[in-house]
């Protein structure tokens, strides 16, 4: 941890974070075993880790499903989205479901996939019931960029969310109760908004997964109002979740026979603290389905786990969201792209 990051760390931002350790067991009662037949959930990053668990889930509860995620590169002891399709089938099938379970090909490090990828599902004139934002990558010690100039984890943890979310919109709008669910984290309460520095960089402040994080909850957040205020679109229920503490394959990345002190630390938290990738799915799954997180709610919400928690205090603050909204209209070209129109006020 550099000195930076301490000296902005406050009591409550230590406490609201360390709320996502909570690893507490949870079972049928917490998250109960939904019928999901005819409806349709896009997943990404499904082939691994928290994504590949809820994308099981789905397939058992009868759920068309298409699993969005990149061809991997061997030796990252990712799951080959191939392999993903047929294990889910296999569950589907058990229960006597005859789904639709399919890999389309996206990768978040490229926006070019992104956009077939919505081309291809809006092609098919389905409605959209479930869209998970699921795909994230790791912090690395050595800044990563993208074809498209961006940091690596800047695009594959927001700015790839966005282009996949806002053309899909309409779809959704079609659903009787449409759900997108973004796996944000408790770590975006250490999380710097500046947007001066906002492709990261060597004078970028605080990490850069910290930040991506807090602008995927502050952007879900607005999403959210802008939804709200148009009929078509005021059922759609956006919530950001916190899967918990997963010792799942994102940590694939971190040497834990380091001798550096957040490693060890690290070490010890995936040893006695860390949830199984099964329960951290429970929370996409239970935002994707779950009452309390539909209708009957305005949405918008942070979701530690199951259990609502206090968000970042930039999603409250109007005036950031507004910022957060411009800049990536700026960077993205969404008004070139039609793609500010579907939430015109």
């Not at 691994?48 to 397939?59: D, H, P, Q, T």
């Not at 503490?245 to 995936?270: E, P, Y």
């Amino acid at each position: 941890m550099t000195l930076q990051f301490l000296a902005g760390l406050t009591f409550n931002k230590v406490f609201q974070a360390a709320k996502g350790l909570n690893n507490t067991v949870l079972s049928d009662p917490h998250v109960p075993k939904p019928g999901l037949q005819g409806k349709w959930v896009i997943i990404s990053g499904s082939n691994n880790g928290v994504g590949l668990e809820a994308a099981k889930l789905f397939a058992e509860w009868g759920a068309n499903l298409i699993l969005a995620c990149r061809d991997p590169p061997e030796g990252l002891g990712e799951l080959h989205p191939t392999a993903a399709v047929k294990e889910c089938k296999r569950l589907a099938e058990a229960q006597g479901h005859i789904s639709t379970i399919q890999w389309w090909q996206i990768d978040m490090a490229d926006f070019k996939t992104v956009e077939a990828f919505c081309e291809r599902w809006l092609e098919s004139d389905r409605a959209l019931d479930i869209l998970c934002n699921n795909a994230g990558s790791p912090s690395t010690a050595k800044t990563r960029m993208t074809k498209d100039g961006y940091q690596l984890v800047h695009q594959v943890n927001f700015l790839s969310h966005v282009l996949l979310t806002l053309p899909l919109l309409p779809s959704l709008g079609r659903s009787a109760d449409p759900r997108i669910v973004c796996t944000t984290s408790c770590a975006h309460h250490f999380g710097v908004f500046d947007l001066d520095h906002f492709n990261g960089g060597q004078e970028m402040r605080g990490n850069d997964y910290h930040n991506n994080k807090l602008y995927l909850q502050i952007w879900l957040t607005e999403l959210q109002l802008r939804c709200l205020k148009r009929p078509e679109y005021s059922h759609i229920r956006i919530n950001g979740v916190h899967p918990g503490f997963v010792a799942s394959g994102i940590w694939h990345t971190h040497d834990m026979k380091s001798n550096d002190i957040s490693m060890r630390a690290l070490a010890f938290f995936l040893r006695y603290i860390a949830i199984t990738p099964q329960q951290g799915s429970l929370a996409i799954t239970n935002a994707a389905t779950s009452p309390e997180c539909g209708r009957t709610t305005s949405g918008g919400k942070y979701v530690n786990r199951i259990w609502e928690a206090p968000p970042h205090s930039y999603c409250h603050d109007s005036d950031a969201r507004f910022k957060l909204w411009i800049k990536l209209d700026e960077v993205l070209h969404l008004r070139e792209k039609g793609l500010l129109e579907v939430l015109a006020l």
